[in-house]
């Protein structure tokens, strides 16, 4: 790999509670170049706190350490939260779950992409208006003016979805984080949107941070996978060998999830060791 994007060391988020402390994620290292990266694992596992920690989005009194987060050769660990409001949106893009709690419901739909655009650009009403159709377009929307006047109320999840990654990515940022992009919609939807994404990050030459828990998804989608349990990355192997995973934990998803090709009687139970959880985090940098 060239220079990576993306170069993460050592991350580690912590929260205070009655407890004690709790480690969210506990020494996460990866690297990301122009490539669909995977994070999968159960809810809990850590996959989403390390999207959210690399956009410093972790609020007191959450804590984000690592030796370096590396963007491009900077470290945004270092960088300052009005630095880091250029990063967000404009360098690093991150759609989030459900697009219903990421759109403002009383603002229309082209009023919010404008606005995006115009946080990080120069440009007039009429051109950022002019882009913002462009962008609805790529995301394979049709009749864009009629969803530009729209409210976000008014669009189906699967448009919602598109309009989010439209909105992310109208700022052509050098890497999108996906959280569960598109746990929300129906098969033929999702299919639909991760063609959307998959074609729009091979043209701009993005990175793609892909979140999930969707094993067979990732597989089918990524390039490469790292498998988070108790906030430490416990596997990584290429996505198209997955099914040869040899982590106790990976083959236990594995196993437990349906498979129309070979259909069972029961599925295996999840099985889980403490010692999974002890072990050192993997690497993930290549």
């Known amino acids: 790999m060239a220079d990576p994007l993306l170069d993460v060391e050592d991350l580690w988020v912590r929260f205070p509670s009655r407890h004690g402390t709790f480690d969210a994620v506990r020494g996460v290292s990866f690297t990301l170049g122009r490539e669909r990266l995977g994070i999968v694992g159960e809810s809990g596992s850590g996959k989403s706190m390390t999207g959210r920690a690399i956009l410093r989005l972790i609020r007191p009194p959450g804590q984000v350490e690592a030796k370096h987060v590396l963007l491009d050769g900077e470290n945004l660990l270092e960088k300052s939260e009005r630095d880091m409001r250029a990063v967000r949106g404009q360098r690093i893009s991150m759609v989030m779950q459900d697009p219903k709690f990421s759109l403002n419901p009383v603002m229309t739909i082209g009023a919010q992409i404008i606005e995006a655009y115009r946080l990080h650009s120069k440009a007039s009403k009429s051109a ?141 139970v999840l099985k889980r060791e403490d010692e999974w959880a002890l072990a050192p985090s993997v690497s993930g940098r290549i």
């Open 128 to 268: 950022a208006y002019t882009k913002a159709i462009e962008m609805l377009e790529a995301v394979s929307i049709r009749d864009p003016e009629r969803v530009m006047r729209a409210y976000p109320h008014e669009m189906s999840g699967g448009m919602g979805q598109r309009i989010m990654i439209a909105m992310m990515l109208i700022p052509n940022p050098e890497i999108l984080i996906a959280d569960e992009p598109t746990s929300a919609l129906d098969v033929s939807v999702q299919r639909q949107v991760l063609d959307i994404m998959d074609k729009l990050v091979k043209e701009r030459g993005m990175g793609l941070i892909f979140i999930s828990h969707d094993l067979n998804l990732v597989a089918d989608f990524c390039d490469r996978v790292l498998i988070m349990y108790s906030g430490r990355i416990v596997e990584v192997c290429d996505a198209d060998k997955l099914q040869e995973a040899k982590h106790p934990y990976t083959r236990g998803l594995l196993n437990s999830l349906p498979h129309l090709d070979a259909p069972r009687e029961r599925l295996d």
